[in-house]
């Protein structure tokens, strides 16, 4: 990932996820002691926060760059908000990916996924689904089921999911999410929130270790990045840019 993909955005972040068949562990002494492992990592992340579903360390939400880690029932995340720099923007995964499965137990045949999510927020004063629907759509066929006289969109959230190998262990996911309500919509009042563009890559299946997690990790940035770079930046990102800009006018 290059540290250019922060400049086409308001804020760039980078999630991961590791999901498991089994519920984890939750006692104090064993959440306390995951906490204070990564908080001895990186000592801004120092704020224990608990969620309807999830126990969670942060960093200070002043900074503009922050970070993340949360489990919950089956699920083991990470965030880095902003990052510095390529490698900043993994090394908490990679220590939560090293770590965090000695703490909570979790063994090979206890893994149901490990995913990787590129994340972008664009924000716009406008109806999100307007400039969505013009960025991607554009005159197509789909797009002329709306008459711009007489009809407004309220609802348009593509999202594509594609096998990134033959056994389709590998999967791709490209989602836009807007935010624009229907009253927003009917007053024509817009406050600026983000539109938002994620790229998410998941491997499912057999995961012959925990010790090669930071490996299958590294296997989805390369395909993460590659997908973003070369497709998602041309055909998503600049376009819905240069329409955002365009209704900004």
Same mark, same amino acid.
């Given at each position: 990932?290059?540290t250019s993909l922060g400049a086409l955005c308001?804020? @760039?972040?980078?999630?991961?996820?590791?999901?498991? %068949?089994?519920?984890?562990?939750?006692?104090?002494?064993?959440?306390?002691?995951?906490?204070?492992?990564?908080?001895?990592?990186d000592p801004t992340m120092k704020r224990l %926060?608990?969620?309807?579903? !999830?126990?969670?360390?942060?960093?200070? !939400?002043?900074?503009?760059?922050?970070?993340?880690?949360?489990? *919950? %029932?089956?699920? =083991?995340? &990470?965030? #880095?908000?902003?990052?510095?720099?390529?490698e900043d923007s993994l090394a908490l995964h990679?220590?939560?990916?090293?770590?965090?499965?000695?703490?909570?137990?979790?063994?090979?045949?206890?893994?149901?996924?490990?995913?990787?999510?590129?994340?972008?927020?664009?924000?716009?004063?406008?109806?999100?689904?307007?400039?969505?629907?013009?960025?991607?759509?554009?005159? &197509?066929?789909?797009?002329?089921?709306? +008459?711009?006289? &007489?009809? %407004?969109? =309220?609802? @348009?959230?593509?999202?594509?999911?594609?096998?990134?190998?033959? $056994?389709?262990?590998? *999967?791709?996911?490209?989602?836009?999410?807007?935010?624009?309500?229907? $009253?927003?919509?009917?007053?024509?009042?817009?406050?600026? !929130?983000?539109?938002?563009? @994620?790229?998410?890559?998941?491997?499912?299946? +057999?995961?012959?270790? #925990?010790?090669?997690?930071?490996?299958?990790?590294?296997?989805?940035?390369?395909?993460?990045? !590659?997908?973003?770079?070369? $497709? #998602?930046?041309?055909?998503?990102?600049?376009?819905?840019?240069?329409? =955002?800009?365009?209704?900004?006018?």
């Amino acid at each position: 990932m290059t540290t250019s993909l922060g400049a086409l955005c308001t804020d @760039f972040y980078v999630n991961c996820q590791l999901g498991v %068949k089994l519920d984890l562990p939750d006692s104090r002494e064993t959440m306390l002691d995951l906490f204070t492992r990564l908080g001895r990592d990186d000592p801004t992340m120092k704020r224990l %926060k608990r969620y309807p579903d !999830e126990l969670a360390l942060e960093s200070p !939400e002043r900074h503009r760059r922050r970070l993340w880690m949360g489990v *919950q %029932k089956r699920l =083991i995340r &990470s965030g #880095v908000v902003n990052p510095h720099s390529a490698e900043d923007s993994l090394a908490l995964h990679r220590l939560v990916l090293r770590t965090a499965p000695f703490y909570l137990g979790v063994t090979p045949i206890d893994i149901d996924h490990l995913e990787l999510t590129y994340g972008f927020d664009l924000v716009a004063r406008a109806n999100h689904n307007t400039v969505v629907l013009e960025a991607l759509l554009g005159d &197509s066929p789909l797009s002329r089921l709306i +008459d711009a006289d &007489s009809m %407004k969109p =309220i609802e @348009f959230q593509p999202m594509l999911g594609m096998a990134m190998t033959d $056994r389709c262990d590998v *999967q791709a996911y490209v989602e836009v999410k807007t935010r624009t309500t229907i $009253r927003q919509v009917r007053t024509g009042k817009h406050p600026e !929130e983000p539109i938002s563009v @994620f790229v998410t890559v998941r491997r499912s299946g +057999d995961f012959e270790d #925990v010790d090669t997690l930071g490996a299958r990790l590294d296997e989805l940035v390369a395909h993460a990045d !590659e997908l973003t770079q070369g $497709r #998602v930046v041309p055909n998503v990102l600049t376009p819905l840019r240069e329409s =955002i800009a365009s209704h900004q006018l």
